[in-house]
């Protein structure tokens, strides 16, 4: 999500009246690749970016029109000469995924340190585990008021992928999947990851069966009746499953490796767990996935069983849990008493509600919004953009509202975004419906995002709920 400490959206209103070439339209992406080398666990960081560059200066080449030998040996950092060429597409649904993302890069390669060698991705040898994706404007990226050639950001800075200004950012820490769609000289890297680990393997599996431990595993049930589901789902997901977004070590990576958490799950940072697979609380509460309950969701139980004397008694399970979170709240519901659907944030968490309140997103906005879930996005933001689109191309108003505009930002599920127009831009069923064209408060249940650096792409299309009175929450 974006820094917000600088009071500013896309240009703050003592430049407007001064605007250089591309401040509004030289579009930004920058990328942050993490991959480790399966073979060694070593841990290495590629940065591609689209606003500063990095220059090695030497005797012989000059910068910027100049040969500079005082600078040999030295970097610098200053505004792109020739701006890679990226391209992201993004869909957000609000149904059992997260949120799918395609990265096309041309012509990029990787060597290794003697600069001879060109290494691939591979998930067997070397693997991408995690992406950050920063996107916006020049204007929200620079750094001073004026388009210097050599920017005051350090080494540190150059590595460190950071949304402000309204900007936004995204991390990518499911499967990540990485083709060539095309060959040099002309080539084009595809790489195809989701927002939320969904296949993630669970931090560890309990040792008290395999150890015969039987007595022992029935005093540690899975869940039972007189449980809250909430507390079941803590358990069960929070305290199991490892969220990459926040389980890493920030800074650069030298000398970084990844680390055997138990023998089948490796991570940045080490975690405790107990002999039932189960992270300490300490650990869960910091790197472990949240769950974001609906506030049907909240009430569901598992059903209390009767005795032979037909008094009823809990219900206590004992089963091993799944073996990624799909799995496990696949097995959890199958022991509740109603039907559950979830989905993902744009941080790798889960949000669980009822089909019934998915077909009325504006209870899950009152629900999740409660819990907190919005108040820390860049859209929501009162100093930023406070919900308000900041441009549109078009909008179609109807019972089920589209929207196209420019990005701006990344939108969480059933997160809702307002728009006034002065004119009625509605359809003909709007037309015999009788819809008002002072509707302007739209509840989003899905996004396509299509933003580029070097092509002519910058297209957001939202499919909304249209609110027939925006006061309302």
């Known amino acids: 999500m ?31 690749l993490t991959c480790v080398d399966v073979a060694t666990k070593t841990v290495e960081v590629f940065v591609i970016r689209s606003d500063y560059e990095l220059v090695f200066p030497s005797s012989t080449i000059p910068v910027d029109g100049a040969i500079t030998p005082s600078m040999f040996g030295r970097y610098i950092i200053r505004r792109c000469t020739y701006k890679p060429s990226i391209k992201v597409q993004t869909k957000m649904v609000s149904s059992n995924t997260g949120v799918t993302t395609d990265i096309y890069i041309n012509n990029f390669f990787l060597l290794t340190e003697d600069g001879k060698h060109l290494r691939s991705f591979n998930s067997s040898k070397y693997r991408i585990e995690k992406i950050e994706i920063a996107m916006g404007y020049w204007s929200q990226f ?7 050639i050599t920017a005051s950001m350090t080494l540190d800075d150059y590595f460190n992928i950071e949304a402000k ?32 680990d969904i296949y993630s393997s669970p931090v560890a599996v309990s040792e008290l069966v395999s150890e015969g431990k039987v007595d022992e595993a029935l005093k540690n049930p899975v869940a039972s009746s007189g449980t809250e589901f909430k507390q079941i789902l803590y358990d069960n997901i929070t305290r199991r499953y490892l969220n990459k977004e926040r389980a890493t070590v920030e800074g650069l990576s030298g000398g970084r490796k990844m680390i055997a958490v138990s023998d089948i799950k490796e991570s940045e940072v080490p975690v405790s767990y107990d002999k039932s697979g189960l992270m300490t609380t300490e650990d869960a509460d910091e790197y472990g996935v949240r769950v974001y309950l609906s506030k049907e969701a909240e009430k569901v139980q598992i059903r209390k069983v009767k005795d032979s004397k037909g008094e009823e008694k809990d219900k206590i399970l004992y089963f091993e849990a799944g073996w990624t979170m799909g799995h496990t709240i696949a097995r959890i519901m199958s022991f509740v008493d109603t039907s559950l659907d979830f989905t ?12 019934e309140e998915g077909a009325n997103p504006e209870v899950l906005n009152q629900a999740f919004e409660a819990q907190g879930l919005y108040k820390d996005t860049v859209l929501a933001q009162s100093r930023l953009y406070n919900n308000k689109l900041p441009a549109v191309y078009n909008i179609n108003i109807d019972a089920v509202a589209t929207i196209t505009c420019p990005f701006f ?7 809702f975004v307002e728009f006034s127009s002065r004119y009625a831009l509605t359809s003909m069923v709007s037309y015999f419906a009788s819809y008002s064209p002072t509707v302007y408060r739209f509840l989003v249940i899905s996004a396509q995002i299509s933003f580029a650096t070097v092509d002519d792409t910058n297209e957001v299309q939202l499919t909304a709920v249209s609110q027939q009175n925006g006061s309302e929450s």
Do not use: C, W
Not at 409 to 415: A, G, L, W
């Open 344 to 355: 993902f944030t744009n941080h790798g968490d889960m949000l669980i509600y009822t089909p």
């Open 2 to 32: 974006s820094d917000v400490i600088e009071h500013a959206v896309l240009i703050p209103d003592d430049e407007k009246l001064n605007l250089q070439a591309g401040d509004m339209f030289d579009r930004i992406i920058n990328l942050k």
């Open 142 to 148: 620079r750094i001073g008021k004026e388009s210097d």
């Open 165 to 196: 200004k309204g900007a936004d950012k995204l991390t990518l820490t499911g499967t990540i999947v990485v083709t060539t769609d095309k060959l040099p000289p002309d080539s084009t890297l595809h790489i195809k990851a989701f927002v939320a």
């Open 409 to 415: 930002t990344f939108i969480e599920p059933f997160q």
